[in-house]
């Protein structure tokens, strides 16, 4: 089982629509978590951090459930310059940073 | 204030050869990651500096790569003999300390011909 997974996509929304990603990871241990995006050919970039408590960004809603082991981010009234990949990124107890696969997010007009 | 450097941007090289990429961290960073994504893939994790202790070299695919880095500044990846399977765009990136989000630099986009 890979340490971090993800539905690779692509996830295909018209303008507007409310999109959500989710990710899942093998470590309990585990002790930090980001949402990071990544435009083609670029650097990804932090997009959030993950609390437990869960935390919003404007439109971009984060929540982390530990028992569960698993991660999701809310993407509301989506704008075509969301269009990206989207990686989860999880830090394990010995400061390993591991990067989910990502996914793949296209907002069509 | 600046941002994760990498150079070179993009490093064409013959096979066999060997290549030297650099990457100098954000100043005051104390962690700092290599990375190598090839074309349509993932990130796959390759060496981790943590101030001075002993790198994780985990991730390095062969006795080919390596990486060093004095103190807590500049680092290079060097590979060795490469080969067309080394082509892809090597990330780096450094964190403020553990556990704290990740920055990324440009990164190096080699291609071995």
């Known amino acids: 089982r890979k340490e971090v997974e993800q539905d690779p996509g692509p996830f295909n929304v018209p303008e507007g629509a409310t999109v959500a990603f989710n990710c899942t990871y093998s470590?309990?241990?585990?002790?930090?978590f980001f949402w990071y995006r990544q435009d083609c050919r670029k650097e990804p970039k932090l997009l959030m951090s993950?609390?437990?408590s869960g935390n919003e960004d404007g439109r971009f809603t984060a929540q982390l459930n530990r028992a569960s082991q698993y991660i999701s981010l809310l993407i509301r009234d989506s704008k075509l310059s969301d269009s990206a990949t989207y990686l989860c990124v999880v830090t394990t107890s010995y400061d390993k940073v591991i990067f989910g696969p990502g996914t793949s997010l296209s907002v069509i007009p | 204030g600046a941002g994760v450097s990498q150079s070179p941007s993009n490093k064409v090289t013959e096979k066999g050869k060997d290549v030297e990429l650099r990457c100098d961290p954000i100043?005051?960073?104390?962690?700092l990651y290599w990375y190598r994504q090839r074309l349509g893939q993932g990130l796959e994790f390759l060496i981790y500096f943590q101030g001075n202790s002993a790198p994780d070299k985990s991730g390095l695919p062969s006795d080919r790569f390596s990486a060093e880095r004095t103190g807590e500044s500049v680092s290079t990846l060097t590979i060795q003999r490469t080969q067309q399977e080394d082509s892809a765009v090597y990330l780096c990136a450094s964190s403020l300390q553990d556990r704290s989000p990740l920055h990324f630099g440009n990164g190096t986009r080699l291609t071995v011909t």
């Open positions: 993950v609390y437990s």
């Open positions: 100043s005051g960073h104390t962690a």
């Open positions: 470590n309990s241990a585990s002790q930090s």
